[in-house]
T-cell receptor, first 112, second 114 residues
């Protein structure tokens, strides 16, 4: 049971490039989430999903896209990377909204 | 609407001293409350959670938190700090109706001095 896995661990992008952050969970959780964490700002919700085929925007969705074709996978796409997207990105999952969230190890992204 | 406030972005204690990390919430219905811990360069992991059973909740590593409805608080305590407790701590709330994505506080960094 691997829990929540994220790839890559680190990435450096140039301004304007695109990339996909991968997230997978093997706990058969319905809910999956993408957060970004900036120093002193806590966690900001980017997008979330309540099940395969269903996604919704969080607090800071601009510049990002998601899809959820399976229960297990929830990739986050960055289009036209900007320096403001330099952050640490965490994927999480839970069975229901009031349940514990399980977090991945994070992806540290730098946009130069 | 739900929200959570963590008082103090940094808390510094000596090893062996009491740890007190403050969390206040707002919620229009009975809440579910969580404390998560984040060690350096890692993801968050659950420390403890309140789900409307006992108001005093015991978690891992000797931490506990007390739900006080009258004060809308869910402060985290540990009687004696250990160097390994140095980490970032996040309080989170979601309303008991189960319709709202959990809201996280900004986090409190616990610094433990030898």
């Amino acid at each position: 049971n691997a829990g929540v896995t994220q790839t890559p661990k680190f990435r450096i992008l140039k301004i304007g490039q695109s990339m996909t952050l991968q997230c997978a969970q093997d706990m058969n959780h319905n809910y999956m989430y993408w957060y970004r964490q900036d120093p002193g700002m806590g966690l900001k919700l980017i997008y979330y999903s309540v099940g395969a085929g269903i996604t919704d925007k969080g607090e800071v969705p601009n510049g990002y896209n998601v899809s959820r074709s399976t229960t297990e996978d929830f990739p986050l796409r960055l289009e036209l990377a900007a320096p403001s997207q330099t952050s640490v990105y965490f994927c999480a999952s839970s069975y229901i909204l009031t349940d514990t969230q399980y977090f991945g190890p994070g992806t540290r992204l730098t946009v130069l | 609407a739900q929200s959570v406030t963590q008082l103090g972005s940094h808390v510094s204690v000596s090893e062996g001293a009491l740890v007190l990390l403050r969390c206040n919430y707002s919620s229009s219905v009975p809440p579910y409350l969580f404390w998560y811990v984040q060690y350096p360069n890692q993801g968050l992991q659950l420390l403890l959670k309140y789900t409307s059973a006992a108001t005093l909740v015991k978690g891992i590593n000797g931490f506990e938190a007390e739900f006080k409805k009258s004060e809308t608080s869910f402060h985290l305590t540990k009687p004696s700090a250990h160097m390994s407790d140095a980490a970032e701590y996040f309080c989170a709330v979601t309303e008991g109706g189960g319709s709202y994505i959990p809201t996280f506080g900004r986090g409190t960094s616990l610094i433990v001095h030898p």
